[in-house]
């Protein structure tokens, strides 16, 4: 994504001889990010430091920024306390068939809406991603009641396809837009129909396009909390309501909610870390198009 | 769709043209009828009903009775101003470190690919994990944050524990996700502004100040625009991150209109009420959403 503008040799001539000092180049602009970094890394540093501190230091004033003898007793109560890598198993299931089912049926959408340029399905689409989500969760909570479906990852899952579904359809329209059409119509008087120069040409050529999208359609997935602190129960609850059941108002549990809460937000930062040239890229192109 | 130049052409097309973009949409069109419009016109009907769960009666249709009681709603009304509020502020605070930080982002300087990196863990950390952090962090007693506060002379503050602060942190969380957001989609716009501009403005002796007002930001304003409408239809829906964090207390101080409509429909379960204002939600972020569009729209006939 580092793609500088193209420079004149003049332009850059006039930059050479008007070099600034190192200091200047490196130093400001490193000082005036820092100044934005700094709160967001802290309060990452503070989630983990917290999880590895003992009660005493958690609970300290004024506050315990470095642990001196730092525990792991808040991740092993998590797992003897609770199913917690249950909970994990089912956000996984959970996020990776909804990714999966989005992608089926997400990706030949849009490049039909891309090939054949469906505006209005396009325009359906966003309203998709424009709707607040507790406007249909109320009726499928009705559903899921009547059919005795309220601890059940099916429904959650059903719902979760709303998050990653859009998400991958606006991802993709962009990047089968980018797409040159001349190879489909080469492969078209070849005798292609319109399916295989569609999997056999288009999609290969959209790889990195579709890396972004299962990238960003799993995180959506994985963050999610309202869908299944309203249609989960005890066999199917996902990760952020564990971590949500952290918070007990009478007393501060906080050492198990930094455990879990650091647990949640591990697979993302990793990914994040790994995958960040195409996360960045989906993110872009998701909301350029829109 | 347009008319063809040629008879050849419209042949050819008519020939191109099979069932298959529909073949090719149906599963994703089927898939959101059964998952949102079907519910969405269940709870049409519903909205115009006076059916609460917990009632032993059937329901009864009372048309627009729901509609009206909304209007008189003190609640409702006084929540649709804290949405409001919350989604002016937070999206103009993204909007403005937003841009301050992309422009910084976008020098060549030591340590920007490691900055880069870092400043996205807050687009994609689970918002309702982060939440709760920061009500660690916000304790009025131990937190860390009146630490800060009072270590730089300054007064500690309730945070999320009184009436006049609360909307003000969560604004603060909402700002603090996602403003990196904003700065990404705006480095993007930046990396594709032309160069001949800046060289123009260089010759003719332009600030930085000038050259950021009068070059940088107008071409950078659809990119901007793109993250404003993000911005905005996300904050209008916010939730999980004021019912992780305050359940739209003290009282009823941070409840927005999500929050009403949550506790409306799963603590008192008046589904009918609740479902009126589903779909009031419904029209006013639709509205807005297009309320945007359209401002764009005359701000490109403009230019």
């Known amino acids: ?290 | 769709m347009t008319t063809s130049p040629l008879p050849g052409t419209a042949v050819r097309r008519a020939k191109r043209r099979p069932a298959a973009p529909i073949l090719f949409v149906l599963p994703a069109l089927l898939l959101t009828v059964i998952v949102i419009a079907f519910p969405l016109g269940y709870t049409l009907y519903q909205s115009m009903t006076n059916w609460v769960i917990t009632s032993p009666n059937p329901p009864k249709f009372i048309g627009l009775a729901n509609y009206a009681e909304l209007l008189r709603d003190q609640r409702a009304m006084q929540s649709l101003v804290r949405t409001l509020l919350i989604t002016v502020c937070s999206v103009s605070l993204q909007m403005v470190l937003g841009v301050a930080m992309a422009l910084v982002m976008n020098k060549h300087f030591f340590g920007r690919g490691l900055f880069r990196t870092l400043a996205l863990f807050p687009v994609v950390a689970t918002p309702v994990a982060i939440s709760l952090i920061f009500v660690t962090m916000m304790n009025p007693q131990t937190g860390v944050l009146n630490h800060f506060l009072t270590s730089l002379g300054l007064s500690a503050q309730q945070w999320i524990y009184a009436e006049k602060s609360v909307l003000p942190a969560l604004i603060l969380v909402d700002t603090w996700q996602w403003t990196p957001f904003v700065m990404l989609i705006a480095l993007a716009g930046l990396a594709t502004l032309p160069s001949e501009p800046y060289e123009a403005a260089k010759i003719d002796g332009a600030t930085a100040w000038q050259t950021f007002w009068g070059i940088t930001l107008p071409m950078l304003m659809p990119s901007l625009f793109v993250a404003l409408l993000f911005r905005a239809i996300d904050t209008l829906k916010l939730f999980d991150t004021i019912y992780a964090m305050t359940q739209g207390g003290p009282g009823t101080a941070s409840e927005t209109i999500n929050l009403y409509l949550y506790t409306l429909s799963f603590n008192y379960f008046r589904m009918g009420y609740a479902s009126s204002m589903v779909i009031a939600l419904l029209v006013l972020v639709l509205g807005i959403t297009l309320l945007l569009i359209r401002a764009r729209k005359l701000a490109e006939d403009r230019s």
């Open chain 1, 1 to 290: 994504m580092t793609v500088t503008g193209v420079r004149s040799p003049a332009a850059t001539a006039a930059r050479r001889k008007t070099r600034p000092h190192p200091l200047m180049t490196h130093l400001l602009p490193l000082l005036i990010s820092a100044f934005f970094i700094v709160p967001i890394v802290f309060v990452f540093y503070w989630m983990v430091s917290m999880s590895f501190q003992t009660q005493v230091e958690i609970s300290a004033s004024p506050p315990t920024f470095w642990s001196a003898n730092p525990t792991t007793e808040w991740y092993s109560q998590l797992m003897r306390r609770m199913p917690f890598l249950q909970y994990t198993w089912n956000s996984m299931v959970v996020g990776v068939s909804a990714t999966a089912i989005g992608l089926a049926i997400g990706l030949p959408a849009a490049y039909a809406i891309a090939r054949w340029k469906l505006t209005s399905l396009s325009t359906l689409f966003l309203i998709t991603r424009i709707t607040p989500a507790i406007s249909f969760l109320i009726p499928w909570y009705i559903i899921a009641k009547r059919l005795g479906l309220g601890d059940s990852l099916v429904i959650i899952t059903l719902l979760h396809i709303t998050i990653t579904l859009p998400l991958i359809i606006w991802i993709m329209i962009g990047f089968f837009e980018a797409l040159p059409t001349d190879l489909e119509q080469a492969a078209t008087v070849d005798g292609c129909n319109a399916w295989q120069s569609f999997a056999l040409i288009a999609v290969p050529l959209v790889k990195p396009g579709i890396v972004a999208a299962i990238i960003l359609a799993f995180i959506q997935s994985w963050n999610n909390f309202l869908f299944a602190a309203v249609l989960g129960g005890p066999g199917s609850q996902t990760l952020p309501v564990t971590v949500y059941g952290m918070l007990s108002f009478e007393q501060a549990n906080w050492g198990p909610l930094a455990a879990a809460a650091t647990l949640v937000c591990l697979p993302v930062i990793v990914g994040t870390i790994f995958f960040q040239r195409q996360l960045v890229e989906g993110l872009t192109a998701g909301a350029m198009k829109g």
